[in-house]
Protein backbone atom coordinates (compact mmCIF):
# COMPACT_ATOMS: atom_id res chain seq x y z
CA UNK A 1 0.00 0.00 0.00
CA UNK A 2 3.22 2.52 0.78
CA UNK A 3 3.70 2.12 -2.58
CA UNK A 4 0.57 3.86 -4.06
CA UNK A 5 2.08 7.37 -2.01
CA UNK A 6 4.38 8.98 -4.36
CA UNK A 7 6.77 11.47 -2.96
CA UNK A 8 7.43 14.29 -5.09
CA UNK A 9 11.41 15.58 -4.55
CA UNK A 10 10.87 18.80 -5.91
CA UNK A 11 14.45 20.05 -3.95
CA UNK A 12 16.82 22.74 -6.45
CA UNK A 13 19.87 20.25 -5.65
CA UNK A 14 21.19 16.70 -4.33
CA UNK A 15 22.07 17.64 -1.41
CA UNK A 16 18.70 18.97 -0.58
CA UNK A 17 17.07 15.94 -1.63
CA UNK A 18 19.61 13.40 -0.13
CA UNK A 19 19.09 15.34 3.18
CA UNK A 20 15.15 14.57 2.87
CA UNK A 21 15.38 11.11 2.34
CA UNK A 22 17.78 10.36 5.33
CA UNK A 23 15.12 12.09 7.44
CA UNK A 24 12.18 9.36 6.15
CA UNK A 25 12.80 6.22 8.24
CA UNK A 26 16.19 4.97 7.60
CA UNK A 27 14.79 1.72 6.37
CA UNK A 28 12.37 3.79 4.18
CA UNK A 29 12.60 2.45 -0.10
CA UNK A 30 9.96 5.48 -0.80
CA UNK A 31 8.76 5.37 -4.49
CA UNK A 32 9.81 9.25 -5.41
CA UNK A 33 8.98 11.16 -8.29
CA UNK A 34 12.01 13.01 -9.98
CA UNK A 35 10.24 16.34 -11.76
CA UNK A 36 12.48 18.58 -13.83
CA UNK A 37 13.64 20.75 -11.30
CA UNK A 38 15.44 18.05 -9.57
CA UNK A 39 16.47 16.12 -12.95
CA UNK A 40 17.92 19.44 -14.43
CA UNK A 41 20.24 20.07 -11.24
CA UNK A 42 21.33 16.16 -10.84
CA UNK A 43 21.13 14.54 -14.25
CA UNK A 44 20.84 11.40 -15.10
CA UNK A 45 23.39 9.23 -13.22
CA UNK A 46 21.62 10.62 -10.07
CA UNK A 47 18.38 8.81 -11.16
CA UNK A 48 20.04 5.95 -11.07
CA UNK A 49 21.70 6.06 -8.08
CA UNK A 50 18.57 6.87 -6.78
CA UNK A 51 17.82 3.05 -8.25
CA UNK A 52 20.87 1.81 -6.43
CA UNK A 53 19.34 2.69 -3.32
CA UNK A 54 16.17 0.67 -3.67
CA UNK A 55 13.85 3.42 -4.76
CA UNK A 56 11.47 2.89 -7.27
CA UNK A 57 11.06 6.16 -9.59
CA UNK A 58 9.24 7.86 -11.80
CA UNK A 59 10.55 10.44 -13.86
CA UNK A 60 8.23 13.02 -14.53
CA UNK A 61 9.78 14.73 -16.94
CA UNK A 62 6.73 15.36 -19.10
CA UNK A 63 7.65 14.79 -22.58
CA UNK A 64 6.23 17.37 -25.27
CA UNK A 65 8.14 17.38 -29.01
CA UNK A 66 8.01 16.29 -32.54
CA UNK A 67 7.46 12.45 -32.29
CA UNK A 68 11.12 11.98 -33.72
CA UNK A 69 12.80 13.85 -30.37
CA UNK A 70 10.13 12.06 -27.82
CA UNK A 71 11.08 8.82 -29.22
CA UNK A 72 15.12 9.72 -28.62
CA UNK A 73 14.25 10.95 -25.30
CA UNK A 74 12.16 7.84 -24.51
CA UNK A 75 15.36 5.72 -25.77
CA UNK A 76 17.60 7.56 -23.28
CA UNK A 77 15.39 7.56 -20.29
CA UNK A 78 14.93 3.37 -20.73
CA UNK A 79 18.66 3.25 -20.01
CA UNK A 80 18.48 4.73 -16.52
CA UNK A 81 16.32 1.57 -15.54
CA UNK A 82 13.19 4.22 -13.84
CA UNK A 83 9.67 2.86 -13.58
CA UNK A 84 7.39 5.69 -14.79
CA UNK A 85 7.78 8.22 -17.60
CA UNK A 86 5.55 11.27 -18.13
CA UNK A 87 4.93 12.96 -21.54
CA UNK A 88 1.95 15.39 -22.53
CA UNK A 89 -1.42 13.77 -24.23
CA UNK A 90 -1.37 17.34 -26.26
CA UNK A 91 1.34 16.24 -27.99
CA UNK A 92 -0.68 13.99 -29.68
CA UNK A 93 -1.08 10.14 -31.35
CA UNK A 94 1.98 10.32 -33.18
CA UNK A 95 3.96 10.84 -30.52
CA UNK A 96 2.51 8.89 -27.89
CA UNK A 97 2.82 6.07 -30.29
CA UNK A 98 6.80 6.58 -31.04
CA UNK A 99 6.91 6.66 -27.70
CA UNK A 100 5.76 3.36 -26.58
CA UNK A 101 8.08 1.92 -29.66
CA UNK A 102 10.83 3.10 -28.48
CA UNK A 103 10.36 1.86 -24.99
CA UNK A 104 9.62 -1.57 -26.73
CA UNK A 105 12.38 -1.58 -29.04
CA UNK A 106 14.71 -0.61 -25.84
CA UNK A 107 13.62 -3.98 -24.03
CA UNK A 108 12.81 -2.00 -20.57
CA UNK A 109 9.56 -3.36 -20.29
CA UNK A 110 9.21 -2.59 -16.66
CA UNK A 111 9.52 0.99 -17.70
CA UNK A 112 5.80 2.45 -17.58
CA UNK A 113 4.38 5.22 -19.79
CA UNK A 114 2.16 7.74 -18.31
CA UNK A 115 0.45 11.04 -20.38
CA UNK A 116 -0.26 14.06 -18.57
CA UNK A 117 -4.09 15.16 -19.50
CA UNK A 118 -4.48 18.54 -17.72
CA UNK A 119 -1.95 20.15 -15.37
CA UNK A 120 -3.92 20.05 -11.60
CA UNK A 121 -2.99 23.63 -11.62
CA UNK A 122 -5.90 24.54 -14.55
CA UNK A 123 -8.72 25.09 -13.93
CA UNK A 124 -11.96 25.51 -15.88
CA UNK A 125 -11.64 29.09 -16.29
CA UNK A 126 -7.89 28.60 -17.86
CA UNK A 127 -8.95 25.71 -19.72
CA UNK A 128 -11.49 27.94 -21.87
CA UNK A 129 -10.09 31.00 -21.76
CA UNK A 130 -6.50 30.87 -21.27
CA UNK A 131 -5.66 27.77 -23.15
CA UNK A 132 -8.77 28.01 -25.71
CA UNK A 133 -10.36 24.72 -25.04
CA UNK A 134 -13.80 24.55 -24.78
CA UNK A 135 -15.39 22.65 -22.66
CA UNK A 136 -15.04 20.90 -19.19
CA UNK A 137 -12.12 19.92 -17.49
CA UNK A 138 -13.47 16.56 -17.32
CA UNK A 139 -14.39 15.71 -21.13
CA UNK A 140 -10.79 17.10 -21.66
CA UNK A 141 -9.28 14.66 -19.73
CA UNK A 142 -11.10 12.20 -20.80
CA UNK A 143 -11.12 12.66 -24.34
CA UNK A 144 -7.25 13.01 -23.56
CA UNK A 145 -7.09 9.69 -21.75
CA UNK A 146 -9.13 8.03 -24.46
CA UNK A 147 -6.38 8.83 -27.02
CA UNK A 148 -4.06 7.60 -24.41
CA UNK A 149 -5.05 4.46 -24.30
CA UNK A 150 -5.53 4.08 -28.16
CA UNK A 151 -2.09 5.14 -28.51
CA UNK A 152 -0.62 2.12 -25.74
CA UNK A 153 0.28 4.36 -22.91
CA UNK A 154 0.28 2.44 -19.67
CA UNK A 155 -1.98 5.26 -18.00
CA UNK A 156 -2.47 9.01 -17.38
CA UNK A 157 -1.95 11.80 -15.02
CA UNK A 158 -5.35 13.24 -13.84
CA UNK A 159 -7.01 14.86 -10.89
CA UNK A 160 -8.93 12.95 -8.39
CA UNK A 161 -12.35 14.55 -10.11
CA UNK A 162 -12.04 12.76 -12.89
CA UNK A 163 -10.47 8.96 -11.97
CA UNK A 164 -14.07 7.48 -11.97
CA UNK A 165 -14.22 8.67 -15.58
CA UNK A 166 -11.24 7.37 -16.34
CA UNK A 167 -11.45 4.29 -14.86
CA UNK A 168 -14.57 3.36 -16.18
CA UNK A 169 -13.24 3.90 -19.66
CA UNK A 170 -9.46 2.33 -19.51
CA UNK A 171 -10.52 -0.19 -17.15
CA UNK A 172 -8.63 -1.74 -14.19
CA UNK A 173 -5.52 -1.93 -15.75
CA UNK A 174 -5.02 1.78 -17.29
CA UNK A 175 -3.60 3.33 -14.19
CA UNK A 176 -4.80 6.95 -12.81
CA UNK A 177 -1.83 8.92 -10.97
CA UNK A 178 -3.23 11.93 -8.63
CA UNK A 179 -1.20 14.82 -8.09
CA UNK A 180 -3.02 18.00 -6.57
CA UNK A 181 -3.57 15.71 -3.30
CA UNK A 182 -3.77 17.60 -0.20
CA UNK A 183 -5.21 16.78 3.56
CA UNK A 184 -7.99 18.56 4.29
CA UNK A 185 -6.94 21.77 5.90
CA UNK A 186 -3.87 21.85 4.36
CA UNK A 187 -2.95 25.19 1.85
CA UNK A 188 -3.81 24.55 -1.97
CA UNK A 189 -0.54 26.35 -2.93
CA UNK A 190 -0.81 26.52 -6.94
CA UNK A 191 -2.66 23.69 -7.22
CA UNK A 192 -6.45 24.24 -8.14
CA UNK A 193 -8.28 20.83 -9.34
CA UNK A 194 -7.04 19.12 -5.65
CA UNK A 195 -8.34 16.49 -3.49
CA UNK A 196 -7.92 14.52 0.73
CA UNK A 197 -5.71 11.24 -0.13
CA UNK A 198 -8.52 9.28 1.18
CA UNK A 199 -10.80 10.39 -1.28
CA UNK A 200 -8.73 10.03 -4.28
CA UNK A 201 -7.79 6.71 -3.27
CA UNK A 202 -11.63 5.74 -2.33
CA UNK A 203 -12.33 6.92 -6.56
CA UNK A 204 -9.68 4.72 -7.66
CA UNK A 205 -6.73 6.52 -7.89
CA UNK A 206 -3.39 4.10 -8.50
CA UNK A 207 -0.36 6.47 -7.36
CA UNK A 208 -1.23 9.41 -5.31
CA UNK A 209 1.48 12.22 -6.10
CA UNK A 210 2.55 14.30 -3.23
CA UNK A 211 4.77 16.94 -2.71
CA UNK A 212 4.50 19.99 -0.49
CA UNK A 213 2.85 18.16 2.14
CA UNK A 214 5.07 15.66 3.05
CA UNK A 215 8.17 17.69 1.57
CA UNK A 216 7.63 20.91 3.70
CA UNK A 217 6.30 19.31 6.67
CA UNK A 218 7.71 19.88 10.04
CA UNK A 219 8.21 16.32 10.24
CA UNK A 220 7.83 14.69 7.14
CA UNK A 221 7.89 11.14 7.83
CA UNK A 222 4.96 11.67 10.16
CA UNK A 223 3.25 13.35 7.25
CA UNK A 224 3.77 10.67 4.74
CA UNK A 225 2.98 8.02 7.56
CA UNK A 226 -0.79 9.53 8.02
CA UNK A 227 -0.99 9.81 4.20
CA UNK A 228 -0.28 6.36 3.91
CA UNK A 229 -2.81 5.66 6.65
CA UNK A 230 -5.35 7.70 4.78
CA UNK A 231 -5.09 5.70 1.35
CA UNK A 232 -5.50 2.39 3.65
CA UNK A 233 -8.65 3.90 5.53
CA UNK A 234 -9.99 4.50 2.28
CA UNK A 235 -10.62 0.65 2.55
CA UNK A 236 -8.21 -0.28 -0.80
CA UNK A 237 -6.62 -3.37 -0.40
CA UNK A 238 -3.68 -2.46 -2.63
CA UNK A 239 -3.48 -0.94 -6.00
CA UNK A 240 -2.55 -3.86 -7.31
CA UNK A 241 0.49 -2.34 -8.81
CA UNK A 242 4.39 -3.53 -8.39
CA UNK A 243 6.00 -0.09 -8.00
O1 LIG B 1 3.73 19.87 -4.01
P1 LIG B 1 2.62 19.19 -4.75
O2 LIG B 1 1.95 18.07 -3.96
O3 LIG B 1 1.62 20.17 -5.31
O4 LIG B 1 3.36 18.49 -5.97
C1 LIG B 1 2.68 17.85 -7.02
C2 LIG B 1 3.68 17.28 -7.97
O5 LIG B 1 2.99 16.65 -9.03
C3 LIG B 1 4.62 18.29 -8.60
O6 LIG B 1 5.91 17.69 -8.68
C4 LIG B 1 4.07 18.52 -9.98
O7 LIG B 1 5.08 18.79 -10.93
C5 LIG B 1 3.39 17.20 -10.28
N1 LIG B 1 2.26 17.24 -11.20
C6 LIG B 1 1.13 17.99 -10.98
N2 LIG B 1 0.09 17.99 -11.88
C7 LIG B 1 0.17 17.25 -12.99
C8 LIG B 1 1.29 16.46 -13.23
C9 LIG B 1 2.33 16.48 -12.30
O8 LIG B 1 1.05 18.66 -9.93
N3 LIG B 1 -0.86 17.20 -13.81
Known amino acids: MRECVVIALDFPSVEEAETFLDRLEPEEKPFVKVGMQLFYAAGPHWVERLKERGCSVFLDLKLHDIPNTVAGAVDSVARLGVDWLTLHACGGRAMMEVAREAR ?18 LDQRALNEEI ?14 RMARESGMDGVVCSGWEVEGIKAMGGHDFVAAVPGIRPS ?59
Open 132 to 145: GIPGTVEACVRRYA
Open 185 to 243: GEATQDQKRVMTPQEAAARGADLLVVGRPITRAADPAAAYRRIVEAVQNAGRDGCGLEC
Open 104 to 121: DRSGASSLRLLAVTQLTS
